[in-house]
């Protein structure tokens, strides 16, 4: 896969990002329960409403300069030219600050009429308002998070993410607890109040990361001098304007569910209800998952960008072959495991029978949504990230009319077929854009079939099994986690069963590495 220096990089950061993104995850999925059993599924919905609008200004504030400072410093030291990597972090941080200000005006001024008009509910101003605090920091936090990843020293993005997530949840879980008796407003302030606290000591991690990487690692080598700042431009704001307009598109469908439902029959309280039960509680259940796959993703960017600048293309569909049957393991894999532990994991979590049912049902889009993520990444490492921006693009404005035209006339049940056929379109048309720019042979048989046969035989088994080896009821997140890692083992086993090819290419490279 890699000459063994990189791989070796390579799978270090890969371990330390995806211990911390579990770690992470993990943390997050249980703050989400407290949460819900503090503020109830109307103040979960209320609470992701607000953050749908806040994701776009998030958006707004980064303008795609974390994928723009990955790829061109990974490329400058490429060409062994630390100067020039110096220059683009420069350029990258003033890039930032230009919008990450302005992101924050616009929010601070126009919270009132989003919360009042969009949202209709004066209860998501104040939150708003506060969010608009946080945006200058996040979009400096994506110029160095994308400079780290670029030089694969990823342990600092760890570093500051384990930090910030702590100082997240043990502030939100101190405001929530004298706030929320006052109401759904002051529980949501206390969580948003517990981010911007976050927010900005994770800036403040990385600017000390950042100065002492700066001097230790970009003061030798040569010094070409280059266009930093058009550079940045050049890459970023392509896909901040498309990003701009998926993520406004993706907001809009947010606050038009709740619109429907009610449009459908249901109450104001029971519409941001549902919402709250789907997007606050099924989905965080969902990508939980991606704690893994997301750092891979990320990392493969700056491989595939080398790949791609030196023009080695045998390189590149063996690197893509590798990543499309890893993904397709780990995805068929995780969908078992959450159709099979569905009921459990919800109870569990919420106590609540419909978010058992929403775990159940999405988890069968698992391998597309995966493989989807890992998709864009590598078009985004070629260099097409345009077109992915472009992809998405069509595929939100689909969303949008869909949730327009089908959820008034049909509920939550059109929601969930308009999430099916939206991430259908989005991988297919992905996976015919990877085409053309490496062609690769899809092993059906490998990265499939296999997996969805080992994971159907070690659910099976682990139904038939599990009762005689005692290890408790299925309420506990301690049988539930002994019952997800029994069932990881017996899907593994089988995979290694259905696919004996893998033993024997490994044999095969050892008898031709020994002498």
Known sequence: MFRHPRRVVFVKNLVVLTCTALLMRGIGVAFGSYLTAHIGAQGMGLYSLI???????VTFA?????????????????KDNPGGARRVLRAGVAYAMFFGILASVLLFV????????????ERTVSSLKLLSMTLCPIALGAVFNGYFTAVRRVEKNAIVSAAEQAVKIILTVFLVTHLASRGIEYACLAMVGGSC??????????????????RRYLQNGNNRPIRA?????????PVAVT?????????????????????????????????GVIHGMAFPVIFFPTAFLSTFAGLIIPELAEYHASGNREAIQRFCAKIYGLTLLFAVGCSGILMFLAEPIGMALYDSPQACRFIRIFAALIPMMYLDTVTDSILKGLGAQFTVMLINLLDATV????????????????????????????????????CTLTPMRFRARQWFFAPLTAIIGA??????????????SLHTAWCISLHVVFTTLLYLIFYIALCPNIRLRRREKVNQSSP
């Not at 991430?423 to 996976?431: C, D, H, P, T, V």
């Not at 682990?462 to 005692?470: D, I, T, V, Y």
Request: aromatic letters at 10%; charged letters at 15%; a negative charge.
């Open 197 to 214: 606290i976050a927010e900005g000591s994770s800036l403040g991690l990385y600017l000390v990361f950042c100065a002492r990487d700066c």
């Open 110 to 121: 126009l919270a009132r009429p989003i919360g009042q008009h969009w949202l209709d509910d």
């Open 459 to 472: 659910t099976s088994a682990a139904n038939l099994l599990l009762p005689h080896l005692h290890f408790g």
């Open 243 to 275: 990003s701009w307009v998926r993520t406004g598109l993706v907001t809009l469908e947010q606050i038009l569910i709740p619109k429907g439902l009610v449009k459908h029959g249901a109450r104001s309280e029971e519409a941001i209800a549902a919402y």
């Open 399 to 434: 969303c949008v009319l869909s949730v327009l035209w089908f959820v008034p006339l049909w509920g939550i049940d059109a929601y969930i077929w308009i999430v099916f056929g939206s991430e259908i379109l989005n991988l297919a048309l992905s996976i015919t854009k990877l």
């Open 62 to 78: 980064s303008s795609g300069i974390n994928l723009a400072i990955t790829r061109l410093i990974a490329e400058e030291l490429g």
């Open 229 to 237: 700042l058009q550079q940045v431009r050049h890459i970023a704001l």
């Open 51 to 57: 953050m749908s609008v806040y994701a776009f200004a």
